[in-house]
C-alpha cells in the first residue's frame, strides 16, 4: 500500500517529464547495448583465436626429450669442500623418442582424477614421394576418436572427413600445402618413406589446413596403426602422449608430478602457449574498460537530468514533507525513478546489444585457418546479458543517489520562505 | 477555559545566523485549545510565519519545547516529526502549494495514502465527500494545474483535511486570493471551526479575516503583544 504510494508518485514524475526521462533512458540503452555488442564479439573472437592454439594444444605433453643427463656420473662422486666439479662440453646420449611402457602408462595417468583424457600419438619424420621429387614431412599417428573429440582435428580438415581416417588403414590426411606441391588430392594415392627405407602407400582421404603454412607444408595424419606400420614398430610404440583436463589450472601442478613419477619430460600448457593467455587477458582488459566507461557516461546522464529534475521539483518536495512524507520516502521516490529509468534503458539496451550482435554474427567472415568459420564469431553468453543489467542498475542507483538525497536533506521551511 | 490543550510552545527562541545573527522570536509561549479558530497578525517580519514553521515541526532549529496534544514532540527525529504532521496537523500554505501534475483527487488523497490507515477505495471516498463539502467535487478528476486559483486554495484546505487533524495551520492562506474567494475561503474556516469543532492556527495580515475568529493573537518584533 505504503510502496505503492511512492511507486506511485515516481511513475507519475516519469510519465509527465517522459522526454527527459527517456532521454536519460536512452544513455542507459546505448551504454548496455555497445557493452553487450562489443563483450560478444570481442569473447567471440578471443574465443576464436584462442581456439586456434589452444584447442589443438593439449594441456599436458609427454615426450622424450633428447638431452644431457642432468646428473653426471662425476656429481655422485662427493666434492671436497674446497673445491667443485666442473665437465666440460658435455653431449647428449642417443636416446629413443619411444615412449617406456607406454599403455601402461597411459593407462595409469587415466585414473587420474584430474585428467580428462589421455591421447596416444606416433610421431615420425617421413618423405613424401611423387616421382622423382622427395618431400620432407612429418607424420602424426593419432586416435582418430579421441583427437576429434578434444581436439577437433575435423574443424581443420577441408575438404574430405577425419571419419574415413579412422575407418581405413590406408588413409591419410596430408597438410594443404603438401597436397598442392604434390598436386594430388581426395583419392589420389601418396608415397610415404620412412627413415628407415620402409614405403607406404596411402590413399588421401581429406587435407589439413592450421593456416600456418610451415605447418600446413609438412604435416599429415594418419592412424596409429598406419603410423606404426610405417616405421616398423609394434602396436606399442608411442612417442607422445597428450592429456586434456577437466581443470586448466591443473596443468603446471600435474605436469611437474607427472615428471617425477615418471621420468618423462612434460610440457604443460601454460609453458607452451604464454602469450596466448597475455594476448586474452589485455583483450579482455580492454573491452570492459571501454564499456565500463560508456557505462559512467551514462550514468553521468542519469545523474545530470536527475538534478535537473529536483531542482524543478523543489515545491512538490517541500509539499510532500509538508503533508508528513520523510525524507527517507522522498529519497526513495527519487531513487525509484532513478533505477525504474535504468531497468528500462537497460533491458532495451540488452535487447538492441543482441540485435547488433547477431547482426554482426551474420556477416561472412571467412579465414584460411578456419575452413568450418564462415561468418563473424559472436559468443552469445547470458553472464554478460547479467553482468549488463547489473551494471546498469548498479550505475543508476548511484547516479540517482546523490540527487535523491539532496531531495531527502532539503529543508521544506526554505522553499516556504522563499516565496 | 477547561478545555484540552492541542498545541502549546514554552519560550521558544529562534535565531537566524545569516544574513547577520538576529532573534527572530524571543522566549514566545502559546497555547491553542481544542476547538480555538486562533489567528496571528503581526507586520512582515515579525516572526509569524517562523513560528508557525516552529509550531508545525518543520523547523527544528530553536529553543524551548512544544507540546502537541500534551506530547513533547521537541528533540524528535525528523521521521517521526514527518509522521507527526501526516497524522495531525494539515496545512493550508499562502501559495496553494498542489502536486501540479496529479488530480486534485490524489493530491488531497496522498496524505490519507501516507497515512495508510484506510484502504484506497475509502479514501477516494472520503476525499470525494470533503471536496464536495468545500463545493469543488466536479473538477475531482482535473488535474490540480488546470483548476483557479480560488479552487486550489480550496484543494489545499481539502488536502488538510483527509486525515482529520488535530489541528490545521494556515500561512495567510487568504493571502494570494481576491476578495470573494477570502471570504469564500474565511467562511469555509469559520464554518469548521463552529460546526465541526476543529482547531485552527491561522497567520494573517488580514484585518477582518482576524476579525472572525475566536482569538488574534497580534506579533511584533519577536515577542507576543499582550
Same mark, same amino acid.
Given at each position: 500500500?505504503?510502496?505503492?504510494?511512492?511507486?506511485?508518485?515516481?511513475?507519475?514524475?516519469?510519465?509527465?517529464?517522459?522526454?527527459?526521462?527517456?532521454?536519460?533512458?536512452?544513455?542507459?540503452?546505448?551504454?548496455?547495448?555497445?557493452?553487450?555488442?562489443?563483450?560478444?564479439?570481442?569473447?567471440?573472437?578471443?574465443?576464436?583465436?584462442?581456439?586456434?592454439?589452444?584447442?589443438?594444444?593439449?594441456?599436458?605433453?609427454?615426450?622424450?626429450?633428447?638431452?644431457?643427463?642432468?646428473?653426471?656420473?662425476?656429481?655422485?662422486?662427493?666434492?671436497?669442500?674446497?673445491?667443485?666439479?666442473?665437465?666440460?662440453?658435455?653431449?647428449?646420449?642417443?636416446?629413443?623418442?619411444?615412449?617406456?611402457?607406454?599403455?601402461?602408462?597411459?593407462?595409469?595417468?587415466?585414473?587420474?582424477?584430474?585428467?580428462?583424457?589421455?591421447?596416444?600419438?606416433?610421431?615420425?619424420?617421413?618423405?613424401?614421394?611423387?616421382?622423382?621429387?622427395?618431400?620432407?614431412?612429418?607424420?602424426?599417428?593419432?586416435?582418430?576418436?579421441?583427437?576429434?573429440?578434444?581436439?577437433?582435428?575435423?574443424?581443420?580438415?577441408?575438404?574430405?572427413?577425419?571419419?574415413?581416417?579412422?575407418?581405413?588403414?590406408?588413409?591419410?590426411?596430408?597438410?594443404?600445402?603438401?597436397?598442392?606441391?604434390?598436386?594430388?588430392?581426395?583419392?589420389?594415392?601418396?608415397?610415404?618413406?620412412?627413415?628407415?627405407?620402409?614405403?607406404?602407400?596411402?590413399?588421401?582421404?581429406?587435407?589439413?589446413?592450421?593456416?600456418?603454412?610451415?605447418?600446413?607444408?609438412?604435416?599429415?595424419?594418419?592412424?596409429?596403426?598406419?603410423?606404426?606400420?610405417?616405421?616398423?614398430?609394434?602396436?606399442?610404440?608411442?612417442?607422445?602422449?597428450?592429456?586434456?583436463?577437466?581443470?586448466?589450472?591443473?596443468?603446471?601442478?600435474?605436469?611437474?608430478?607427472?615428471?617425477?613419477?615418471?621420468?618423462?619430460?612434460?610440457?604443460?600448457?601454460?609453458?607452451?602457449?604464454?602469450?596466448?593467455?597475455?594476448?586474452?587477458?589485455?583483450?579482455?582488459?580492454?573491452?570492459?574498460?571501454?564499456?565500463?566507461?560508456?557505462?559512467?557516461?551514462?550514468?553521468?546522464?542519469?545523474?545530470?537530468?536527475?538534478?535537473?529534475?529536483?531542482?524543478?521539483?523543489?515545491?512538490?518536495?517541500?509539499?510532500?514533507?509538508?503533508?508528513?512524507?520523510?525524507?527517507?520516502?522522498?529519497?526513495?521516490?527519487?531513487?525509484?525513478?532513478?533505477?525504474?529509468?535504468?531497468?528500462?534503458?537497460?533491458?532495451?539496451?540488452?535487447?538492441?546489444?543482441?540485435?547488433?550482435?547477431?547482426?554482426?554474427?551474420?556477416?561472412?567472415?571467412?579465414?584460411?585457418?578456419?575452413?568450418?568459420?564462415?561468418?563473424?564469431?559472436?559468443?552469445?553468453?547470458?553472464?554478460?546479458?547479467?553482468?549488463?543489467?547489473?551494471?546498469?542498475?548498479?550505475?543508476?542507483?548511484?547516479?540517482?543517489?546523490?540527487?535523491?538525497?539532496?531531495?531527502?536533506?532539503?529543508?521544506?521551511?526554505?522553499?516556504?520562505?522563499?516565496? | 477555559?477547561?478545555?484540552?490543550?492541542?498545541?502549546?510552545?514554552?519560550?521558544?527562541?529562534? =535565531?537566524?545566523?545569516?544574513?547577520?545573527? %538576529?532573534? #527572530? $522570536?524571543? @522566549?514566545? !509561549? +502559546?497555547?491553542?485549545?481544542?476547538?480555538?479558530?486562533?489567528?496571528?497578525?503581526?507586520?512582515?517580519?515579525?516572526?509569524?510565519?517562523?513560528?508557525?514553521?516552529?509550531?508545525?515541526?518543520?523547523?527544528?532549529?530553536?529553543?524551548?519545547?512544544?507540546?502537541?496534544?500534551?506530547?513533547?514532540?521537541?528533540?524528535?527525529?525528523?521521521?517521526?516529526?514527518?509522521?507527526?504532521?501526516?497524522?495531525?496537523?494539515?496545512?493550508?500554505?499562502? =501559495?496553494?502549494?498542489?502536486?501540479?501534475? %496529479?488530480? #486534485? $483527487?490524489? @493530491?488531497? !488523497? +496522498?496524505?490519507?495514502?501516507?497515512?495508510?490507515?484506510?484502504?484506497?477505495?475509502?479514501?477516494?471516498?472520503?476525499?470525494?465527500?470533503?471536496?464536495?463539502?468545500?463545493?469543488?467535487?466536479?473538477?475531482?478528476?482535473?488535474?490540480?494545474?488546470?483548476?483557479?486559483?480560488?479552487?486550489?486554495?480550496?484543494?489545499?484546505?481539502?488536502?488538510?483535511?483527509?486525515?482529520?487533524?488535530?489541528?490545521?495551520?494556515?500561512?495567510?492562506?487568504?493571502?494570494?486570493?481576491?476578495?470573494?474567494?477570502?471570504?469564500?475561503?474565511?467562511?469555509?474556516?469559520?464554518?469548521?471551526?463552529?460546526?465541526?469543532?476543529?482547531?485552527?492556527?491561522?497567520?494573517?495580515?488580514?484585518?477582518?479575516?482576524?476579525?472572525?475568529?475566536?482569538?488574534?493573537?497580534?506579533?511584533?518584533?519577536?515577542?507576543?503583544?499582550?
Amino acid at each position: 500500500m505504503y510502496k505503492k504510494l511512492l511507486w506511485f508518485i515516481a511513475g507519475m514524475h516519469i510519465i509527465t517529464r517522459l522526454k527527459q526521462s527517456i532521454v536519460a533512458g536512452l544513455g542507459v540503452t546505448f551504454g548496455i547495448a555497445t557493452f553487450i555488442t562489443l563483450i560478444s564479439f570481442m569473447t567471440g573472437l578471443n574465443g576464436l583465436l584462442d581456439g586456434l592454439t589452444l584447442d589443438r594444444t593439449p594441456h599436458i605433453h609427454l615426450y622424450n626429450e633428447t638431452g644431457p643427463t642432468k646428473v653426471q656420473p662425476l656429481d655422485l662422486v662427493a666434492g671436497t669442500p674446497t673445491d667443485w666439479h666442473l665437465i666440460r662440453s658435455v653431449k647428449p646420449k642417443p636416446q629413443q623418442s619411444r615412449i617406456h611402457a607406454a599403455p601402461t602408462l597411459i593407462k595409469a595417468i587415466s585414473t587420474f582424477p584430474e585428467v580428462a583424457a589421455v591421447a596416444p600419438q606416433v610421431s615420425t619424420q617421413a618423405f613424401y614421394t611423387a616421382g622423382a621429387i622427395d618431400l620432407n614431412g612429418l607424420i602424426a599417428g593419432i586416435d582418430v576418436e579421441q583427437e576429434e573429440r578434444w581436439y577437433k582435428l575435423g574443424d581443420y580438415v577441408s575438404p574430405g572427413s577425419i571419419v574415413a581416417l579412422s575407418q581405413n588403414d590406408n588413409a591419410i590426411i596430408v597438410g594443404a600445402g603438401v597436397a598442392k606441391k604434390l598436386s594430388v588430392g581426395i583419392g589420389n594415392k601418396i608415397q610415404l618413406v620412412s627413415p628407415r627405407g620402409n614405403s607406404l602407400s596411402l590413399k588421401i582421404v581429406g587435407t589439413y589446413q592450421s593456416g600456418l603454412a610451415e605447418v600446413d607444408d609438412v604435416q599429415s595424419y594418419v592412424n596409429l596403426k598406419t603410423a606404426q606400420r610405417l616405421i616398423g614398430e609394434p602396436d606399442s610404440y608411442i612417442t607422445d602422449i597428450n592429456i586434456k583436463l577437466h581443470d586448466l589450472e591443473q596443468a603446471f601442478p600435474l605436469a611437474q608430478r607427472l615428471e617425477r613419477l615418471y621420468d618423462i619430460k612434460a610440457v604443460d600448457i601454460g609453458t607452451a602457449n604464454a602469450q596466448f593467455d597475455t594476448g586474452t587477458s589485455i583483450r579482455n582488459i580492454i573491452t570492459y574498460a571501454v564499456s565500463i566507461t560508456l557505462l559512467i557516461v551514462a550514468g553521468f546522464g542519469i545523474y545530470n537530468i536527475l538534478n535537473m529534475f529536483i531542482q524543478e521539483k523543489m515545491n512538490d518536495i517541500a509539499i510532500l514533507k509538508a503533508t508528513g512524507f520523510s525524507g527517507a520516502d522522498v529519497m526513495k521516490i527519487f531513487i525509484i525513478q532513478a533505477m525504474t529509468i535504468g531497468l528500462a534503458g537497460g533491458t532495451v539496451g540488452l535487447l538492441l546489444g543482441w540485435i547488433f550482435s547477431y547482426t554482426i554474427s551474420r556477416i561472412p567472415f571467412e579465414i584460411e585457418a578456419l575452413p568450418t568459420v564462415t561468418t563473424y564469431p559472436i559468443n552469445f553468453n547470458l553472464t554478460y546479458y547479467f553482468i549488463g543489467i547489473a551494471f546498469a542498475l548498479i550505475a543508476t542507483f548511484f547516479a540517482g543517489y546523490l540527487p535523491a538525497s539532496r531531495a531527502r536533506k532539503m529543508d521544506p521551511v526554505d522553499v516556504l520562505r522563499r516565496q | 477555559m477547561g478545555r484540552k490543550s492541542v498545541i502549546r510552545a514554552e519560550s521558544i527562541n529562534k =535565531f537566524f545566523q545569516q544574513p547577520v545573527p %538576529f532573534q #527572530v $522570536l524571543k @522566549n514566545i !509561549s +502559546l497555547d491553542v485549545a481544542s476547538g480555538e479558530f486562533v489567528s496571528v497578525m503581526g507586520k512582515s517580519g515579525c516572526g509569524k510565519s517562523t513560528l508557525l514553521y516552529i509550531l508545525s515541526t518543520m523547523d527544528t532549529d530553536y529553543t524551548g519545547k512544544l507540546y502537541l496534544n500534551d506530547q513533547l514532540i521537541t528533540g524528535l527525529q525528523a521521521e517521526q516529526l514527518a509522521a507527526i504532521r501526516n497524522e495531525h496537523i494539515g496545512f493550508v500554505f499562502q =501559495f496553494h502549494f498542489l502536486l501540479p501534475e %496529479f488530480s #486534485v $483527487l490524489d @493530491n488531497v !488523497s +496522498l496524505p490519507a495514502k501516507k497515512l495508510g490507515r484506510k484502504n484506497s477505495e475509502v479514501i477516494r471516498e472520503d476525499a470525494l465527500e470533503i471536496l464536495r463539502m468545500l463545493d469543488i467535487g466536479h473538477i475531482a478528476e482535473k488535474k490540480a494545474y488546470r483548476i483557479s486559483g480560488g479552487e486550489k486554495q480550496r484543494v489545499a484546505i481539502a488536502r488538510s483535511l483527509i486525515n482529520s487533524p488535530s489541528i490545521i495551520m494556515g500561512d495567510e492562506p487568504t493571502g494570494n486570493l481576491d476578495s470573494k474567494n477570502s471570504a469564500n475561503v474565511l467562511s469555509i474556516f469559520r464554518n469548521l471551526a463552529t460546526t465541526e469543532g476543529l482547531t485552527l492556527l491561522i497567520v494573517t495580515h488580514d484585518k477582518d479575516f482576524a476579525r472572525q475568529t475566536d482569538r488574534t493573537i497580534t506579533m511584533e518584533d519577536g515577542i507576543i503583544l499582550p
